[in-house]
């Protein structure tokens, strides 16, 4: 692929069609024999006069489609989808048993009910630093170092104040011990384990990557096994729910950036890209509306320097 058509590609991805004409500097351009204007199918010329430094792109109508995992939904003018949950109000309601009589009040009466009220806290813990060259996941324990990481992770969240829910952590044995660690710190808050969360391969990365290649039927099994814990744990507040809440989810680096993505409604494909120490915290927020944000990512600024790890 040429460099020209190569740039052009990517303006359109930025662009997602609504620019008829963009410039990115790159070197200095050939010259183009004294023309001004350099011809196109159809008929059509573009310029092709620019300030040095700058290319000229060709229109976004000539880019290719966009894929289809983020086509806008009709009549929107916004990629996010405000259902992306499944938990908006009419989503939750059988409009065919609207009584004829009440009307337009009912309805409005059983959306209200339906309507969250309250925001949702998630603190995304990846497990502390372990001994990698255990066989067996019940010898994959933590490190003294690793026992100290989750010492300041604890320390870190008891500090914020926060009257906490509940602490729901992976099954695996590196989790399950940095729970046990950060719970100390975190007296009387619930601890629940799930299989769900423990550490997979949740889609196949783009860009792939050249030193993790694992078999194709380990996204096949892992993948809808992570898609699970996303779709069990990371929702709006349930309509019954009054105040808001703080929840803890210890587990793993895979499963943390792959849940990011999916909240964040990104490409799930990119989850690779994001990078996470042990012991460290991510932290999103769901608002009653079903809006999301991430206040940190992998936020590990509470540890010495010579703590930080990413094993």
Same mark, same amino acid.
């Given at each position: 692929?040429?460099?020209?058509?190569?740039?052009?590609?990517?303006?359109?991805?930025?662009?997602?069609?609504?620019? @008829?004409?963009?410039?990115?500097?790159?070197?200095?351009?050939?010259?183009?024999?004294?023309?001004?204007?350099?011809?196109?199918?159809?008929?059509?010329?573009?310029?092709?006069?620019?300030?040095?430094?700058?290319?000229?792109?060709?229109?976004?109508?000539?880019?290719? #489609?966009?894929?289809?995992?983020?086509?806008?939904?009709?009549? +929107?003018?916004?990629?996010?989808?405000?259902? /992306?949950?499944?938990?908006?109000?009419?989503?939750?309601?059988?409009?065919? $048993? $609207?009584? =004829?009589?009440?009307?337009?009040?009912?309805?409005?009466?059983?959306?209200?009910?339906?309507?969250? %009220?309250?925001?949702?806290?998630?603190?995304?813990?990846?497990?502390?630093?372990?001994?990698?060259?255990?066989?067996?996941?019940?010898?994959?324990?933590?490190?003294?170092?690793?026992?100290?990481?989750?010492?300041?992770?604890?320390?870190?969240?008891?500090?914020?104040?926060? $009257?906490?829910?509940?602490?729901?952590?992976?099954?695996?044995?590196?989790?399950?011990?940095?729970?046990?660690?950060?719970?100390?710190? @975190?007296?009387?808050?619930? %601890?629940?384990?799930?299989?769900?969360?423990?550490?997979?391969?949740?889609? =196949?990365?783009? #860009?792939?990557?050249?030193?993790?290649?694992?078999?194709?039927?380990?996204?096949?099994?892992?993948?809808?096994?992570?898609?699970?814990?996303?779709?069990?744990?990371?929702?709006?507040?349930?309509?019954?729910?009054?105040?808001?809440?703080? =929840?803890?989810?210890?587990?793993?680096?895979?499963?943390?950036?792959?849940?990011?993505?999916?909240?964040?409604?990104?490409?799930?494909?990119? /989850?690779?890209?994001? +990078?996470?120490?042990?012991?460290?915290?991510?932290? @999103?927020?769901?608002?009653?509306?079903?809006?999301?944000?991430?206040?940190?990512?992998?936020?590990?600024?509470?540890?010495?320097?010579?703590?930080?790890?990413?094993?």
């Amino acid at each position: 692929m040429s460099v020209r058509r190569a740039l052009a590609l990517a303006a359109c991805g930025l662009a997602g069609g609504s620019v @008829l004409l963009s410039a990115v500097v790159v070197g200095k351009q050939p010259a183009r024999g004294g023309t001004d204007s350099e011809p196109r199918p159809g008929g059509s010329a573009v310029p092709s006069a620019a300030p040095p430094g700058l290319l000229l792109l060709p229109p976004a109508a000539s880019c290719p #489609p966009t894929a289809g995992w983020i086509e806008r939904p009709a009549g +929107s003018g916004s990629y996010w989808d405000s259902n /992306w949950d499944r938990r908006e109000p009419l989503a939750l309601i059988n409009l065919k $048993k $609207k009584n =004829e009589e009440t009307g337009e009040e009912e309805l409005a009466s059983r959306l209200d009910h339906c309507k969250a %009220k309250a925001t949702r806290h998630i603190f995304l813990i990846r497990h502390s630093q372990y001994n990698l060259d255990g066989r067996a996941d019940k010898d994959r324990t933590l490190t003294p170092l690793g026992r100290e990481q989750a010492e300041l992770t604890g320390h870190r969240l008891a500090s914020l104040g926060l $009257k906490f829910d509940q602490i729901i952590h992976s099954s695996m044995t590196r989790a399950t011990e940095t729970t046990e660690i950060i719970s100390k710190h @975190l007296p009387g808050v619930k %601890k629940i384990s799930t299989d769900l969360l423990r550490e997979g391969a949740p889609i =196949e990365p783009d #860009p792939p990557v050249s030193h993790w290649k694992p078999e194709a039927v380990q996204y096949y099994e892992d993948g809808a096994r992570i898609e699970a814990a996303f779709r069990n744990f990371i929702h709006r507040a349930d309509a019954k729910q009054e105040e808001d809440s703080y =929840e803890i989810f210890v587990c793993h680096a895979n499963v943390i950036r792959y849940i990011v993505c999916r909240a964040l409604q990104f490409p799930p494909e990119g /989850w690779l890209r994001l +990078s996470l120490n042990n012991g460290s915290i991510t932290h @999103l927020v769901i608002r009653p509306n079903g809006r999301v944000a991430l206040r940190t990512l992998g936020d590990t600024g509470f540890m010495p320097p010579d703590k930080i790890t990413r094993t």
